[in-house]
């Protein structure tokens, strides 16, 4: 039997497995179109593209299963017509895929474009692909015609072209092109957006249908307010993006544990995240010993403009380690107001202490600083 023959004779079981009423399993019309796929492309293989999956031919009854989704909605000639274009893309040995990150806490109308090569955009701008119309639901916004009900949803996508491979994985994992934009507009200091949902697609929605099961998952980092992205934390994102060696290093750090140390509810693990952010900051390697005395000092010399304001920053920082010394040897903060205070301060020093490294470009002078000269 040929494959088109094939397709005719089971469109009908097709449909009642798109409608669920009948299930989805190693079936007799299952097996039909594995043979009839298997004659028509050969054995097949599976192949990879980095961490997606498909299989050709007639290696698994997997891709004959997915075709009965496609043959219920196009009928058999488009069906196999489909197969033809899969099998193609598949003997050409490159595919691109992109990695979707639902990005929690920021809102733009447009989508932002980032130089290495992340967008952001609303989820209502990407083809609606299976793992879009699952998360549109989340947000309770129609997968049929994407209209929305309450919240407007946003997500990263980053995409790479990738070679076909068993395992293929890409040189650089996708998902820290994203991490660097998130973090860059969390060191603006005016949004401070976390990752939610995220998965792996094909970026051609054809080749995306010849994929066995669906899959993501989730950091879930917290639920920050939603923030407005704008053309002022872009464009701190892309100072951010541009740092390299040691200081890239420390600054990246720094906005990881600010931001966790925003979404902490837990007042005791908040203190350990301000006091990392602060050491990655103000004491590279070589900084040697007294911590804290240099921590203080570097702290309200690079803030402060005047005596006075020194003098209060340092204090500010003292009573921090203060609160940090009793927390790792066992205390818990609160609910005395004035720690909460403290802390709250310090991580304000610090959110614009990373903000003067990055603006400034380069590792401040510590030497100098320890001095009493200029950064």
């Not at 990263?156 to 973090?183: C, F, H, K, N, T």
């Not at 004491?283 to 005596?307: C, D, F, Q, V």
Request: hydrophobic share 45%.
């Amino acid at each position: 039997m040929s494959l088109l023959d094939a397709l005719k004779a089971h469109e009908e079981y097709a449909t009642h497995v798109k409608a669920g009423t009948r299930s989805l399993s190693l079936s007799e019309e299952v097996q039909a179109i594995q043979k009839a796929i298997a004659h028509a492309f050969g054995a097949g293989k599976s192949i990879g593209f980095g961490s997606k999956q498909i299989v050709t031919g007639g290696a698994s009854p997997n891709l004959a299963m997915v075709s009965l989704f496609v043959l219920a909605e196009r009928g058999p000639a488009q069906t196999a017509e489909w197969l033809e274009r899969v099998h193609s893309i598949a003997a050409a040995g490159k595919a691109n895929v992109r990695l979707v990150v639902e990005i929690v806490g920021a809102d733009s109308p447009e989508p932002i474009k980032f130089s290495n090569g992340v967008i952001v955009t609303r989820l209502t701008e990407l083809h609606p692909s299976p793992n879009v119309c699952a998360l549109a639901e989340n947000y309770n916004i129609s997968a049929k015609n994407m209209t929305f009900h309450f919240h407007r949803p946003m997500v990263a996508v980053y995409e790479e072209a990738l070679d076909a491979a068993a395992g293929a994985v890409a040189e650089r994992p996708m998902r820290s092109s994203i991490d660097q934009v998130l973090l860059g507009l969390s060191a603006s200091g005016e949004i401070f957006p976390n990752a939610g949902y995220f998965w792996h697609e094909f970026t051609d929605p054809e080749l995306e249908a010849a994929v066995f099961g669906r899959a993501w998952g989730a950091d879930q980092a917290g639920q920050p307010p939603v923030g407005k992205v704008t053309k002022e934390a872009v464009a701190y994102a892309e100072k951010f993006l541009a740092l390299s060696g040691d200081l890239a290093r420390r600054c990246q750090i720094a906005a990881h544990r600010l931001r966790s140390a925003r979404s902490r509810r837990d007042h005791s693990q908040r203190v350990i995240d301000i006091s990392v952010a602060l050491e990655s900051l103000l004491l590279p390697p070589e900084s040697g010993s007294e911590i804290s005395h240099r921590l203080k000092t570097r702290a309200a010399m690079l803030l402060g403009s005047t005596y006075d304001e020194r003098k209060d920053l340092a204090k500010v920082v003292s009573s921090f380690y203060s609160i940090r010394s009793k927390v790792v040897h066992g205390a818990v903060v609160g609910p005395h107001q004035h720690q909460l205070d403290t802390i709250g301060q310090t991580q304000k020093l610090a959110e614009r202490l990373l903000r003067i490294e990055i603006d400034m470009g380069r590792t401040p002078d510590f030497a100098a600083i320890d001095l009493g000269g200029p950064a």
